[in-house]
């Protein structure tokens, strides 16, 4: 039975937009679940970039890849998200993941920060396609904080209607500061 806790939900978003031969952008690789999905929705013609800032979070991903089999379609790149345009052309990605937080079992002090996630998203709209998706996993409370959801959903709130079809989540039943799942569509 499906659960759509925050990935499944996201996941079900993805799975409807990306098609074979798709060019696809991991922001933020952990453990490697989202990068292996989209390796497998692209196809053998497609390519996914997979970036982490940490080497355990990438070593996780390439040992999840091999298992499946899908590391022929994955670049992995240890380096900051709000880099990502020094790996890919303007207009020219099919959908971009971003899971913020931190790596399950590991150290919560490397968690993404608004500093750099908001460059991010950023850079990932410009190189987003017409019609490119992205989809973000936006999380509070705890060890998170409050400081990037808020600085998050400040910046998605002013994103030009015109460009951009922003739709927001809530897990409107759920206690304790549950997750909040965001899509953004390029017009
Ligand atoms: C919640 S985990 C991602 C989970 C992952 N998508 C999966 O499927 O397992 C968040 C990851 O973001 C990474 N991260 C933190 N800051 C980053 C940055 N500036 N650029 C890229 N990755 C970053 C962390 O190292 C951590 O592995």
């Known amino acids: 039975m499906k659960t759509y806790q925050i990935t499944e939900w996201c996941h079900h978003f993805l799975e409807t937009h990306v098609k074979p031969g798709d060019f696809c952008i991991d922001a933020t690789a952990g453990n490697g679940w989202d990068t292996?999905?989209?390796?497998?929705l692209v196809g053998n013609e497609g390519t996914v970039l997979a970036f982490d800032i940490q080497e355990t979070a990438l070593e996780n991903t390439r040992a999840r890849l091999e298992r499946e089999d899908l590391s022929h379609r994955v670049r992995l790149i240890l380096d900051g998200h709000q880099n990502m345009e020094k790996y890919a052309q303007p207009d020219s990605v099919s959908c971009i993941v971003f899971n913020f937080g931190y790596l399950p079992s590991g150290d919560h002090a490397l968690a993404t920060r608004a500093s750099s996630s908001i460059p991010a998203i950023q850079a990932g709209l410009s190189l987003l396609k017409k019609g490119g998706m992205m989809s973000?996993?936006?999380?509070s409370g705890g060890d998170s904080g409050f400081e990037e959801r808020d600085a998050l959903l400040a910046f998605l709130k002013d994103l030009d209607y015109k460009k951009y079809i922003v739709v927001l989540s809530q897990y409107w039943n759920r206690p304790n500061h549950?997750?909040?799942?965001?899509?953004?569509?390029?017009l």
């Open 178 to 186: 549950p997750p909040i799942p965001a899509i953004i569509f390029k």
């Open 136 to 139: 973000l996993c936006i999380y």
């Open 36 to 40: 292996a999905l989209l390796a497998r």
